[in-house]
T-cell receptor
């Protein structure tokens, strides 16, 4: 079992719809959770992070964390063609600097 | 402009050669990291450094070496012992353990 798992996709969504991405993790000691966006051939950029159970909203993005079920999700509202990218989930334990990444979910937003 | 620079953007290596990838940051970040990304996969940690003159192995350190003689610089050497070095190499830095920012990457190809 991989430490951080994501559906590789592609997840195809029409423009204006909500894209829903999921990530599960195996380490119960994970305390911080991150979503990165990576355009093809480019480096990842941090979208948002979440520490506590529940929802965290930032613009069109909402991260949802459920530690009991060991999953974190990302919702992209009003999806735009510019949101077409690979979204990487990463987790970190309380101690140390190491991020563990999932394989990423490719999202395609169709006009 | 503050940021992270990596050079070269593209690098070609012959079998048996050592090559060094450059990473420089002017963000005054203490911590720096090297990741490797293979096609369609997430990032895997090679080495990281939390302070000058100190560094730790990540998950896939075999065949790689680093140095951290200056706060701004964290070069990565890919040695001939690394049997499958073709990949996208990403350098990151952070002020806090959580918010890692990535450079533009170096794409290494073995000829």
């Amino acid at each position: 079992q991989k430490e951080v798992e994501q559906n590789s996709g592609p997840l195809s969504v029409p423009e204006g719809a909500i894209a829903s991405l999921n990530c599960t993790y195996s380490d119960r000691g994970s305390q911080s959770f991150f979503w990165y966006r990576q355009y093809s051939g480019k480096s990842p950029e941090l979208i948002m992070f979440i520490y506590s159970n529940g929802d965290k909203e930032d613009g069109r993005f909402t991260a949802q964390l459920n530690k009991a079920s060991q999953y974190v999700s990302l919702l992209i509202r009003d999806s735009q063609p510019s949101d077409s990218a690979t979204y990487l989930c990463a987790v970190k334990r309380a101690a140390g600097n190491k991020l563990t990444f999932g394989g990423g979910t490719r999202v395609l937003v169709k006009p | 402009d503050g940021g992270i620079t990596q050079s070269p953007k593209y690098l070609f290596r012959k079998e048996g050669q050592n090559v060094t990838l450059s990473c420089e940051q002017n963000l005054n970040h203490d911590a720096m990291y090297w990741y490797r990304q293979d096609p369609g996969q997430g990032l895997r940690l090679i080495y990281y450094s939390q302070i000058v003159n100190d560094f730790q192995k990540g998950d896939i350190a075999e065949g790689y070496s680093v140095s951290r003689e200056k706060k701004e610089s964290f070069p990565l050497t890919v040695t001939s012992a690394q049997k499958n070095p073709t990949a996208f190499y990403l350098c990151a830095s952070s002020r806090t353990p959580d918010e890692q920012f990535f450079g533009p990457g170096t794409r290494l190809t073995v000829l």
